[in-house]
């Protein structure tokens, strides 16, 4: 295979960008906005033992956003608001550059890049009782494709969530070029999975999940669709091969004998091809459940009802999948701190009802119901008890012991 380039390492490059982001209020989406910036990069390229693998070090980096108005629950009420950000430009004080750095391969232009950065409370107007004093770490992985000879690369962060502090749940879609000299097309790749089920059926690839718990064998479908002129197939691993842009599949497939059910762990990766388009990559994981496996679960407050709930819905999770024991747990910042609950799972059929006694203690359920369905936890108290100050602004963060229907 041809090498990238024949230039000596080690080797710097200083390298222009242009970003572009999608940014949602929750990892479901809903309204967002698209965010632009630019900026630069020096790259250090360093030989490594493996001759056709090349350490990248970031040496410096600047970003600048351009303004923008981002729709979030600044208050958590249940109602969007707008963030305005004006003015966001990161330095290479804001990065952790010993942290940050990656791998190129010298046969195929492929880089990985991990940069981890904070984002200073000064740059975000939130109001003081979200507790925006401290800035907000971010961990990016940057996944893309470099061409040494031009310096013209292509990278895409996927989508990523922030896991807490006052931007908790703040879902971005990131990807960012730079090119010297030309301008050029690139195509966008969108990979989606799901259980066939009813509530399925109609939903566009980029509202379908990106991860799904299914037992041995249940049937799923891959929908997918890629844009912009030029792309022309693609291409979805294991299993498919290569495919139209848009389409859809079921697996496994009566007809296709190829298509086997699928009985362990699996990842499914979508890459375009053809065309002259840069290629787009997208992936979803298949998890199969075996006995005794936990699913991680958060429940959120319903004032209009008085109780926490979470949703579960069935073209993510199997039915087949069987509930055997619930714990709440207590170890994050926004838990919970009431330590008598009842649970309520409720399905197609008779809800089910379990008391939990204690928070950080498994529970059997009192009766083994299908993965599923709405999950309510109702505070128990004494007569006369009330539920401490600032409850339900918490979370209740739950585990459910699974296995599968025999």
Not at 81 to 90: N, S
Not at 151 to 177: E, H, M, Y
Not at 269 to 286: I, K, Q, S, W, Y
């Amino acid at each position: 295979m041809k090498m990238q380039s024949q230039r000596a390492l080690p080797l710097t490059l200083e390298l222009p960008m242009s970003l572009r982001a999608f940014v949602y209020p929750t990892p479901e989406g809903g309204r967002g906005v698209t965010a632009r910036g630019s900026g630069y990069w020096t790259l250090r390229f360093e030989p490594t033992r493996n001759k056709n693998l090349a350490h990248v070090l970031i040496q410096d980096i600047a970003v600048s956003l351009d303004p923008l108005r981002i729709p979030f629950d600044i208050d958590r009420d249940g109602m969007l608001e707008c963030l305005e950000v004006e003015g966001l430009q990161l330095s290479a004080r804001d990065f952790d550059l010993k942290r940050s750095g990656g791998e190129y391969d010298l046969r195929t232009g492929y880089i990985t890049l991990n940069l981890f950065f904070a984002v200073r409370p000064d740059f975000l107007p939130l109001p003081p009782k979200r507790g925006a004093a401290k800035a907000i770490p971010f961990e990016i992985k940057e996944r893309g494709w470099l061409d040494f000879a031009t310096g013209n690369f292509k990278t895409d962060a996927g989508s990523w969530t922030v896991p807490d502090g006052p931007l908790a749940g703040l879902s971005i879609v990131a990807d960012q070029t730079g090119e010297i000299g030309r301008e050029e097309c690139y195509a966008t790749m969108t990979l989606g999975v799901g259980i066939y089920t009813a509530s399925l059926m109609g939903t566009p690839p980029s509202k379908a999940p990106k991860k799904i718990w299914i037992c041995p064998g249940t049937l799923i479908v891959l929908l997918w669709e890629s844009t912009n002129s030029g792309t022309y197939q693609v291409d979805i691993q294991p299993q498919l091969g290569t495919c139209k842009a848009s389409g859809s599949q079921t697996i496994p497939d009566a007809s296709n004998s190829a298509l086997k059910a699928i009985q362990k762990n699996q990842t499914f990766t979508a890459d375009t091809t053809g065309g002259v388009c840069v290629a787009a990559h997208d992936e979803v994981n298949v998890y199969v459940v075996s006995e005794g496996d936990e699913v991680a679960q958060t429940a959120t407050y319903e004032p209009e009802y008085k109780f926490w709930t979470a949703q579960l819905p069935d073209h993510t999770y199997d039915k087949k999948i069987r509930v055997a024991q619930v714990i709440i747990d207590s170890g994050k910042a926004d838990s919970i701190t009431h330590p008598r609950w009842r649970v309520d799972h409720i399905y197609s059929s008779t809800p089910t009802g379990t008391e939990i006694p204690a928070l950080n203690n498994w529970t059997l359920a009192s009766k083994s119901h299908t993965l599923p369905g709405e999950y309510r936890f109702t505070p128990r108290l004494a007569s006369g008890q009330s539920l401490p100050s600032g409850e339900q602004n918490r979370k209740v963060y739950f585990r459910l012991r699974v296995g599968c229907k025999g």
